[in-house]
Structures are given as C-alpha cells and as structure tokens.
DNA sequence: CGATGACTTGAGCACAGTCAAGTGCAGTGG
DNA sequence: CCACTGCACTTGACTGTGCTCAAGTCATCG
C-alpha cells in the first residue's frame, strides 16, 4: 500500500493538511505523489528517539502522542497530533536524530513525505515554503505559551486550561477525556494521583460534574479559567 | 540613522544571521536594503505586548532578553538573545498581536525588516525560506526541551544545565553571569533566593566555586550533569 | 555618606510528589 | 457464569522541595 501515488489515503493527507492548502493544483498532485502512507494500530510506535528523523509525518486519520524521556526518566508529552495535524520540527532540518516518540492512541493512518524531496519541494514552491514558516511560527508561540503556563501555574489552574481547552477543541460542554489520567498528567507535569485529586476538587468546587471516569462536564467555564 | 539602505548596521545584521547566509550576492543587497536598524539603551523596551507584530528584529550587537506576563502576573523569561539571534515566530506568520516582551540588556543595537518585505523576500529567494523553516526548526526542538526540562526536573538540576549552556557558550570555566540572579530566576521559573540557596548547594558539594557574587567557576562538569 | 537595588539568609508553610493500600472495571479462562 | 488477573484509577498518610514573607548584608552610585 505504501508509496504509491495518487491513492486515496495521500490525497486525504494533501487535503487535511493546512500547510499544502492555498497552493497551485499543480503542486498538490506533485506533493501527493511524493507521499507514502502506512497504518499503525493503536499502541504502535511511528517513530522512536534515535531514529534517523528524516521524514514529515502527517496523522490522516486518528490520534497519536507525542513525548520525550527526560534525562531522569521522567515522560512529558509534548502533543497530541489529531487529524490533519503534523509533526516534523526536527524531521525537517537536518539529519540529526529523533528526540521524541510518536505513539498512535488509537487505530491511524499517517502519511509521510521524505525530507529530502520536501525540501525540494520547497525551493521550487515559494508558497509552500510560506505556509511552512507561519505554521512553524504558529507552533512556536504555542510551546512558548505551554512553557510559560508550565512555569508559573499551578497544578489545579493548568488542569482546568487543559479541561477547556479540550471542550473548546470538541465544541462540547459535555466530553469524554481523550486521554488516560496517566498521560495528562505527563502532559501537564504532573502525576496520575495528583490529577485525580484534583479533578475531585474541581468538582467540589462545582466548576465541573464528574458524570463517570472519563466522562466530564463543564458547569461554569469563566470560573474555570480564573483559577489559580 | 533608521530606514537608510546599506549603512554600516545593517550590512553588520545580513552578515551576523544564520538564516541570510549561503544567500546568493544579490539576494544579500536585497536584504540589506530592506532593513532599518536601531539603537536601545539597557532598560529599553523593543517591544511590548499588544504591539502589533510586524517586523523580524535581529540583534547585530549587544544583548536583550524575551519574557511573557502569565496571566497570574509572573514573569517568565522565554530566551536571551545573543549577537546574531534573532526573534519574530509570531511577527512573520500573521497580523496578531506580540504576546511577549524584548527588553535590551546593555547598550543593544538591532536591525528590524518589516513583516510584508520578509514575506515577499521568502517568496523569490526559496534559500531563505529553507533557511527560515531550518532555523525555526531548531528553535522548536529547543523549546521542547525546554518544557520537558522544566516539567521534570528539579530546580538544582536546571540551575546545574543552565550553568552548564552558559559555560559552554561562552567557551570558558570561569565566568560572569551574563544575568542577574533575578532573571536567571525566571528563565528557570523559580524565584531570586531559591537561585540563591542552590547556588550555596552546589558551590558546597564542590561542583562550582563562587569566586564572587557573580563570578563562576565550574568545578566539575560531569557532577554538574547529573545534578537530579 | 546615605540611598537604592541586588542578593542572602532564616523561619514557616503549602503544594504536590511518593509510597502504599484499596476499589472498580474489562478481559480471560475455567 | 463466575473467579481471577491486570490495569487504571482513587484515597490516605507522610514527606520534601521550594515559595513567601521578612530581616539583614553588600555593593554601587549619586
């Protein structure tokens, strides 16, 4: 299945894909026949630290996280790649190894273009290279905002960003936890007991109701973003 | 002395930029005569938050730091700028406004090309595109390792890696800390009188010396590193 | 020489991490 | 159909790192 042209997964890929919107009709069938998809099961790894990076990869259908090992050990996630979304920072400018895993969370499609004949592509698609910088750019001043957030907040008030955040991605006030407790907390530097503890306190706080497990509503959105 | 083409500081600024190297001769003219340069003295805002974000501001000399105002009021340092460096993620991808500071440290002189030019320069010169997606390639990595840093180590430890960087760019042992403690705080996110008392620590189990209140000298590098 | 700002040091406290025991649920096999 | 296993999660008790507040020292500069 993989790398052959114009079949159907790739040209999803080229649609979704914010970055190749906007360019000639041209240019997106040069770009979808560069690139080759594969399918990987839920828990399968995409790519792992120590892999030559040599490769943007673009989720076409599914979910898949992505994190690095600190020094000590620790997890810390970095992302979560939706549909349509891609990964590539370090892919994309040198050949330098991987520093982060991906890992599907559920069943997903991705596509991937090879370094080389992107960069190509980019030399001769002055408008691809554009969306590539200002997404870049976009991706940029998000980290910078997690970084910050990370740094200053607490726990509870990044826990409760977090919580409107994913509302506010699903367009629901109601919504199941798209994540396990355990990678939450990786996300937000934190531990599984100590986001189960404050989940609780949410609750009590009568910011959110704990309809079960995984499934969360929001009762007062202005109160959950002041918290401290 | 602003807005002349090919003055002595501008000249100075094409040359200093990673991302205008490898450009060809007249791409380099080009960009010369797109920039206009400025002088800050130490304290001076660059820019504020809430400016509008529309010009890529390289430092041709001197030094500047970059921090955002969580929305607790802290503050949280995101990098320092170096002869050379350059910010602008989000003042070339989109009309939004700044969402972060640039404050001159000494005496600073800075080069600035408006966000429209650069735009139209990356769509004739594909090298400086690539080198544009390169360079913010890079940046992302360091980013991520940043926020993973800072999610999963103790402070000592990043004070530890934080001396350790500054050593390693300034190519010597011993050395001046090139910020006050109270910024070094806060690119670490802790505050002035822990960086204090971890100081204290380190310089007690023999990995540094305090030679002065701001003069350092790195004892043993590999204790250092692995400071938990 | 006094004033200002940077830094240090100390005491107390709170947030969140660790460890440990227990609960609930899903899948497996008898 | 139910017991068993494994895993995610919860809850509790304890501890420690690092923050806050406050007082004091030191250096620089007018």
Redesign the interface.
Known sequence: MAHLAHNHTAEDCVELVTIFQSLSKEDTKTVASLVSDKHYQSGEYIYQAGNSADALTIVAHGQAKVF?I???G?E?M?RILQTGDFDG??A???NKDR??FAQALMDTDVCQIKRSDF?KL???S??L??N??????????Q???????????SIE?RLASYLLETSAGLKKEQFELPLKKKDIATYL?TTPETISRKLSSLAKDELIEKKSNTLIKILDADGLAMV?
């Open positions: 690095q600190a020094t000590n620790k810390q970095l920072e370090a994309l400018f040198s520093t982060s960069q980019m030399k001769t002055p408008e290279a554009v590539m910088v200002n997404a870049f750019g976009q991706r940029i001043v980290l910078e905002q997690q970084t910050t957030e990370a740094a200053t907040s008030s530097g401290e």
